[in-house]
C-alpha cells in the first residue's frame, strides 16, 4: 500500500533538472516532522515548506499495489509514452518519499518508460535503480545515503556548514536558500537574508552551485 499525499505534473523546480517536465508523486509522512504545526519546535526538521499529511491533494490517494500507482502516475504525463520528444520523467517527493519508494514501484516506471528522480533527506538508503537522487541533509539528522547525482543544502541552517558534506560522492552540490516565509522567527539561524548568505557562499566557494525554487518564483505548483 502506498499513501500518495498528492500527484501532478509540473516543472521541475530545483536543482540541477530545474526547468524539465516532471510529474511530481509527493508521498504522506515524513520521518523527521509529524507535519503538524504544534510539533514543528521540536521536529527534527522545523522549515519544511510542504503539506504532506494525508491522501487528500489533487492527484492523492492510497494504492493497494506498484502496477496501480505506476499507471495514475502514466496517466498524469500529458502525452502518450515516446510521443513527446523526450523521456518522461517521475519525481518521487514527500513527505520522505524513502519511507515508501520500493524495488516494485521503481521497476513499475522504467516498465511504462519513465526515468525515475527523488528528493530525500538522505537519513534512509536508496533502493537501486532510482536514476537521479537528490539527497537534502537535515540538520542533525544521520545520512545514510552518501552518493548520488546531487546534494542539494538549504541554507543556512543552525551547525550545519556546507563543507561537512563537500567530500561525499556527489556529481552536483547546490545551496538553496531557505525560503523563511512559514517559519518561526527564533528558528531562522541569521539576520542575513538566507537568499544574501547563500549568494556570499556560493561565490566564495565554487564548488557550490546556486538553487532557487524556480517554481515559486513562476507561480506553479
Ligand atoms: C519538502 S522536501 C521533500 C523531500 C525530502 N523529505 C527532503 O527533505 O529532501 C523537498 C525539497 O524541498 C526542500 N525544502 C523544504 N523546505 C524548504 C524551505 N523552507 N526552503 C527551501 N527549500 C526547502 C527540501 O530540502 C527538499 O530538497
Ligand atoms: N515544481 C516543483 N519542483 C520541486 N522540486 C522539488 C520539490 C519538492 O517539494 O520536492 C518541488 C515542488 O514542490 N515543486
Ligand atoms: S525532511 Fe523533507 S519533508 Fe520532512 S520535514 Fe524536512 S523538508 Fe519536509
Ligand atoms: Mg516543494
Same mark, same amino acid.
Do not use: K, S, Y
Given at each position: 500500500m502506498y499513501s500518495v499525499k498528492e500527484a501532478f505534473y509540473t516543472l521541475q523546480g530545483e536543482g540541477i533538472q530545474a526547468g524539465r517536465a516532471s510529474v511530481f508523486c509527493r508521498f504522506s509522512g515524513c520521518n523527521l516532522w509529524s507535519g503538524r504545526e504544534q510539533d514543528r519546535e521540536r521536529a527534527q526538521c522545523r522549515f519544511c515548506d510542504t503539506d504532506f499529511v494525508g491522501t487528500d491533494g489533487q492527484g492523492g490517494g492510497r494504492f493497494s499495489d506498484a502496477a496501480s500507482l505506476a499507471d495514475h502516475i502514466v496517466e498524469l504525463w500529458p502525452f502518450p509514452v515516446g510521443a513527446s520528444g523526450s523521456v518522461p520523467y517521475?519525481?518521487?517527493?514527500?513527505g520522505e518519499p524513502l519511507l515508501q519508494l520500493d524495488a516494485a514501484l521503481i521497476d513499475a516506471m522504467h516498465q511504462r518508460g519513465f526515468e525515475v528522480a527523488v528528493e530525500t533527506n538522505g537519513t534512509l538508503p536508496a533502493p537501486p535503480g532510482i536514476d537521479w537522487?537528490?539527497?537534502s541533509p537535515k540538520g542533525d539528522a544521520p /545520512? @545514510?545515503?552518501?552518493y548520488?547525482?546531487?546534494l542539494k543544502l538549504v541554507y543556512p541552517q543552525?551547525? /550545519? @556548514?556546507p563543507a561537512r558534506f563537500s567530500g561525499l560522492e556527489f556529481d552536483h552540490f547546490l545551496l538553496?536558500?531557505?525560503d523563511i516565509s512559514h517559519v518561526p522567527e527564533h528558528h531562522i539561524p541569521t539576520t542575513e537574508s538566507p537568499m544574501q548568505a547563500t549568494l556570499e557562499y556560493c561565490l566564495s566557494n565554487p564548488l557550490w552551485r546556486f538553487s532557487l525554487q524556480t517554481h515559486k518564483i513562476a507561480g506553479i505548483a
Open positions: 517521475v519525481v518521487f517527493t514527500g537522487i537528490c539527497v /545520512l @545514510a545515503q552518501t548520488g547525482n546531487e543552525r551547525d /550545519l @556548514a538553496q536558500p531557505m
